[in-house]
């Protein structure tokens, strides 16, 4: 079977660093992405990692183990627009994204 | 550059009624996928196209569901008939072909409300 698993919710503080993780388990791995999602609007992709490390674009960062099933995405110098859910997905062999159940973020001032 | 286009937004119905939506892609996107998502939870794939070709559809429930892709550049997605949990709403998104296509663009929704 396929699944992924993320925490429901976080909350966090207008400045604080906040980090959601991932663990999947899936038929066949090439990578993972994250993506946010604002309610009300469409999914919007934040990174893609096929490769184990840290990559890092502007606030956000996105890590991958492979050896562990397992990813994260850190989100620094929190702003209250970073209010959304955030959800990891799984590049399988077939091609597909197989797409966790989301972390929903609230932001507080 | 356009995004993703979908339409309608919004459409409710009744249950056993029919209901069709359709997508079009970001030009050069040879690679379109309909996801299904429910309130507070992930999108689901339905479909994958590559161009015209449905390389994907194991999640598509055949009996009430079908989807068309006939020239390789816009697709629709159509129930028949809707029942009370199609109530969700439905994603298009497309990509870059095959093995590149790691970043996905998803347009607007439409969101289904079958009474």
């Known amino acids: 079977g396929q699944s992924l698993e993320q925490p429901s919710e976080v909350t966090a503080v207008e400045g604080a660093i906040v980090q959601i993780n991932c663990t999947y388990q899936t038929s066949g791995f090439y990578g993972l992405s994250w993506y946010q999602q604002h309610d009300g609007g469409a999914p919007t992709f934040l990174s893609y990692n096929a490769l184990d490390g840290l990559e890092e674009t502007g606030r956000f960062s996105s890590f991958l183990s492979r050896s562990d099933s397992y990813g994260y995405l850190l989100l620094q110098e929190l702003q209250m627009k970073d209010s959304a859910s955030y959800f990891c997905?799984?590049?399988?062999?077939?091609?597909?994204?197989?797409f966790g159940p989301g972390t929903r973020l609230s932001v507080l001032p | 550059e356009a995004g993703v286009v979908q339409s309608p937004r919004y459409k409710i119905i009744e249950k056993k009624q029919p209901v069709a939506f359709w997508c079009n892609p970001i030009?050069?996107?040879?690679?379109l996928y309909w996801y299904l998502q429910n309130l507070g939870q992930g999108p689901e794939l339905l479909i994958r196209y590559e161009n015209e070709e449905a390389v994907d559809d194991s999640q598509l429930p055949k009996d009430r569901f079908s989807a068309e892709r006939l020239k390789g550049v816009d697709s629709t997605l159509k129930i028949q008939p809707a029942e009370l949990g199609d109530s969700a709403v439905y994603l298009c998104?497309?990509?870059?072909?095959?093995?590149?296509?790691?970043?996905?663009?998803f347009g607007p929704g439409t969101r289904l409300t079958v009474l």
């Open positions: 997905a799984v590049k399988n062999y077939g091609q597909n994204f197989v």
């Open positions: 998104a497309s990509s870059l072909a095959g093995g590149g296509g790691n970043e996905q663009f």
């Open positions: 030009s050069g996107h040879n690679t």
